[in-house]
């Protein structure tokens, strides 16, 4: 990755608990979806420095960055096969990367960010870094999501951190454009939704400012109510910030894949 270069930043549904990486045949369509991404993404820039994980299973009420040196594993789901919990994911965290991502949090106005040395690797973090860089050697620092669910200040979430995918992290948003359980065995359901986060992220005819404002009405977007339950929109949050991350920069749809039996987006935000 040439120092003119800016890291991509990846939106992905990171799918039910740990089903994405035991096989179950419908995530199947969903990690061929994660390799391809990476495996462009890799194939252009090269490894990354570290990886940021902002994991919609990581809601707090404050800013808070994963700071441990060898993060622990959160086995946050329930009833699985006894395989679901013998998962381990070896990756080394950055404490010290992790420290200056809280100072730059805390100089944008968060300012309780803080560094959580005892954050673990939930779900949303392990299971597709499992299926996307299995060898674990590069650093994974975990991001929360913030209770509120207030799709503009994840926005500025994420501005106060995109100096750091100009230094080489890929940052990854874990979550899901369609997280509506009451929807799951609709036909397409969410595809009214995701058209409209596509069209809104590509539209190559607003500018940066305008895109910002748009996404920090996205409860606003058609077919919103039918993809994210009512007060829980923690799914999306992820999305909001990477789009933070980008100033505002355009993204592309990079899949349309089947959840269940209805849809969910992801994107790559490239500059």
């Known amino acids: 990755m040439s120092h003119a270069q800016v890291y991509p930043a990846l939106f992905i549904c990171h799918g039910a608990g740990p089903l994405p990486v035991l096989g179950a045949e419908g995530h ?20 990354p420095r570290a990886i940021a994980v902002v994991s919609a299973h990581y809601q707090t009420a404050e800013a808070a960055v994963g700071g441990g040196a060898q993060p622990g594993m959160i086995y946050d789901y329930y009833n699985f ?27 944008a106005g968060f300012s309780t960010a803080a560094a959580d040395p005892e954050r ?11 299926a996307t860089f299995p060898d674990a050697s590069i650093p994974v620092i975990p991001i929360s999501v913030l209770a509120s669910d207030d ?11 995109r100096p750091f995918r100009e230094e080489g992290v890929l ?17 397409d359901a969410g595809s009214r939704f995701g058209d409209a986060l596509t069209t809104v992220l590509g539209d190559e005819t607003l500018s940066k400012q305008q895109r910002l404002e748009k996404l920090a009405e996205v409860g606003a977007f058609d077919g919103f109510e039918e993809a994210q339950p009512p007060g829980r929109h923690e799914h999306l949050m992820p999305l909001l910030t990477l789009a933070g991350t980008a100033n505002g920069a355009a993204a592309r749809e990079a899949a ?6 209805a849809n969910a987006r992801e994107y790559i935000f490239e500059e």
């Open 28 to 47: 199947v369509h969903m990690v061929d979806a994660w390799k391809a991404h990476v495996s462009s993404i890799l194939k252009r820039y090269g490894n």
């Open 256 to 261: 349309s894949i089947p959840f269940g039996l």
């Open 81 to 107: 096969p006894p395989a679901a919990y013998e998962l381990r994911y070896p990756a080394p965290g950055d404490a010290a990367l992790s420290a200056r991502m809280v100072a730059a949090l805390q100089k």
């Open 151 to 161: 799709p503009a200040e994840h926005i500025r979430f994420g501005q106060a951190l």
């Open 171 to 187: 940052f990854i948003g874990s979550g899901s454009s369609f997280h509506h359980s009451q929807y799951y065995q609709v036909v």
């Open 120 to 130: 673990g690797f939930d779900h949303g973090v392990f299971v597709p870094l499992l």
